[in-house]
């Protein structure tokens, strides 16, 4: 046999013995039998996700039960907030029950804007709940929102406008600023898309008290009382302690002093003050009702 040859046939074997080591190259092949390989269309499959639910996890469960509650309590509270009538409300006037004229207690119907004694089920605004179907009351002294007769508090961001016209407060950065010329050029808007500028609205006449409204506007507009003013906080009555440089004779205990708060003519004032210069007011004039109520009794 020539050299030549028989190199040739070596190097054949070789590159034989080199193919049966290589794995074969298999291309997948679908079949439509659902033996051994993919299942039919007929047969349902069970490689897909599984119709069974998983045992419910302890934890998601009560995610579950809280997320729940959660949406109750927010439709709970949302509950007649529709009924709000804020053109129907007036916070001037003395906060007195329509029926018992009494000042302890009182509620306003945010719905027609009487006021009512107390929220328990033998109160005045609980009977008048049931009676002319009015279900959203507001705490004339705490500004807490309540649904009666079911009795529950309302915490919603929607009513707190309402609060600003109750009871309006600043802050000494806004009082501040009352001073700045470019104030004066800023004007607000009442629920009637009426323009009007804080600190110059109109003050009602009441059985011809017109002179009376020029005094107060007059010092309203004077700076230090106007910044006391609308940084004023009423003080309730709290009984103080005299405290004497040296202590009492034979150990006898100091005596109580009277009660120390501020005068109720100056906390209407202060009321009064803060409404005029308001920003959020629901119309463009205060009544001085409750002022002049005030200074009646303090004159007699």
């Given at each position: 046999?020539?050299?030549?040859?028989?190199?040739?046939?070596?190097?054949?074997?070789?590159?034989?013995?080199?193919?049966?080591?290589?794995?074969?190259?298999?291309?997948?092949?679908?079949?439509?039998?659902?033996?051994?390989?993919?299942?039919?269309?007929?047969?349902?499959?069970?490689?897909?996700?599984?119709?069974?639910?998983?045992?419910?996890d302890e934890d998601e469960w009560k995610d579950e039960v809280l997320a729940e509650l959660e949406d109750d309590?927010?439709?709970?509270?949302?509950?007649?907030?529709?009924?709000?009538?804020?053109?129907?409300?007036?916070?001037?006037?003395?906060?007195?029950?329509?029926?018992?004229?009494?000042?302890?207690?009182?509620?306003?119907?945010?719905?027609?804007?009487?006021?009512?004694?107390?929220?328990?089920?033998?109160?005045?605004?609980?009977?008048?709940?049931?009676?002319?179907?009015?279900?959203?009351?507001?705490?004339?002294?705490?500004q807490k929102v309540y649904v009666l007769p079911d009795g529950y508090e309302v915490h919603d961001p929607s009513?707190?406008?309402?609060?600003?016209?109750?009871?309006?407060?600043?802050?000494?950065?806004?009082?501040?600023?009352?001073?700045?010329?470019?104030?004066?050029?800023?004007?607000?808007?009442?629920?009637?898309?009426?323009?009007?500028?804080?600190?110059?609205?109109?003050?009602?006449?009441?059985?011809?008290?017109?002179?009376?409204?020029?005094?107060?506007?007059?010092?309203?507009?004077?700076?230090?009382?106007?910044?006391?003013?609308?940084?004023?906080?009423?003080?309730?009555?709290?009984?103080?302690?005299?405290?004497?440089?040296?202590?009492?004779?034979?150990?006898?205990?100091?005596?109580?002093?009277?009660?120390?708060?501020?005068?109720?003519?100056?906390?209407?004032?202060?009321?009064?003050?803060?409404?005029?210069?308001?920003?959020?007011?629901?119309?463009?004039?205060?009544?001085?009702?409750?002022?002049?109520?005030?200074?009646?009794?303090?004159?007699?």
């Open positions: 046999m020539p050299p030549t040859r028989a190199i040739s046939e070596d190097a054949q074997s070789r590159e034989d013995a080199t193919r049966t080591l290589e794995p074969p190259t298999k291309k997948a092949r679908l079949s439509a039998e659902p033996a051994g390989g993919l299942p039919s269309a007929d047969q349902p499959s069970n490689l897909g996700p599984s119709n069974e639910e998983p045992p419910p309590g927010n439709r709970r509270s949302d509950l007649y907030l529709d009924t709000v009538n804020r053109m129907t409300l007036d916070f001037d006037f003395e906060k007195l029950c329509s029926v018992s004229l009494s000042n302890i207690n009182v509620y306003g119907c945010l719905v027609c804007g009487k006021y009512f004694q107390g929220r328990g089920k033998s109160s005045y605004a609980y009977a008048h709940s049931i009676h002319e179907d009015h279900h959203v009351f507001i705490n004339l002294e705490t009513l707190d406008d309402i609060s600003a016209v109750l009871s309006p407060m600043f802050t000494k950065s806004q009082v501040d600023a009352l001073s700045l010329p470019s104030y004066v050029h800023r004007h607000s808007y009442d629920l009637s898309s009426k323009a009007y500028y804080p600190g110059f609205v109109g003050l009602n006449n009441i059985k011809r008290n017109d002179y009376l409204n020029v005094i107060i506007h007059a010092l309203v507009h004077v700076p230090p009382l106007r910044d006391y003013l609308l940084l004023f906080k009423p003080s309730k009555p709290t009984a103080t302690v005299a405290t004497p440089s040296e202590p009492p004779a034979g150990g006898k205990k100091a005596k109580r002093g009277p009660p120390v708060t501020s005068s109720e003519l100056l906390n209407r004032f202060a009321a009064l003050a803060k409404k005029l210069w308001n920003p959020r007011l629901f119309k463009s004039q205060v009544s001085p009702h409750e002022f002049l109520q005030e200074v009646t009794r303090s004159s007699a």
